[in-house]
Nanobody, 121 residues
Framework: QVQVAESGGGLVQSGGSLRLSCTAS??????????MGWYRQAPGNERELVAI???????TYADSVKDRFTISRDNAQNTVALQMNSLKPEDTAVYYC?????????????WGQGTQVTVSS
């Protein structure tokens, strides 16, 4: 059983910053997640990848956030954070934490409930 919880959303002005945090809580003797990261969904749009990081430190960013957002992980604590700088109104969305484990080559994926980020002009 894995539970995923996000926090850190809010309302900021264009050009401001926010830091999102996520914790994956797992029972049993499970290792750190293979992939942890962030997706977002704005009204009327599909859910899209923002940034993800593997347990080995490999990162992937959406082109729209590259050089503005930074993802970080603490593998021992099963946490992931997203530092968002130079925010724009088009960053407004619900941000979801995503966690992926592999057990005997089977993929297990978990999602947080989302945290709202609103950027005013």
């Amino acid at each position: 059983q894995v539970q995923v919880a996000e926090s850190g959303g809010g309302l900021v002005q264009s050009g401001g910053s926010l830091r999102l945090s996520c914790t994956a809580s797992a029972s049993g003797n499970i290792k750190s997640a293979h992939v942890m990261g962030w997706y977002r969904q704005a009204p009327g749009n599909e859910r899209e990848l923002v940034a993800i990081m593997t347990s080995g430190g490999t990162t992937t960013y959406a082109d729209s956030v590259k050089d503005r957002f930074t993802i970080s992980r603490d593998n021992a604590q099963n946490t992931v954070a997203l530092q968002m700088n130079s925010l724009k109104p088009e960053d407004t969305a619900v941000y979801y934490c995503n966690v992926v484990y592999f057990i005997m080559s089977t993929k297990f994926e978990y999602w947080g409930q989302g945290t709202q980020v609103t950027v005013s002009s």
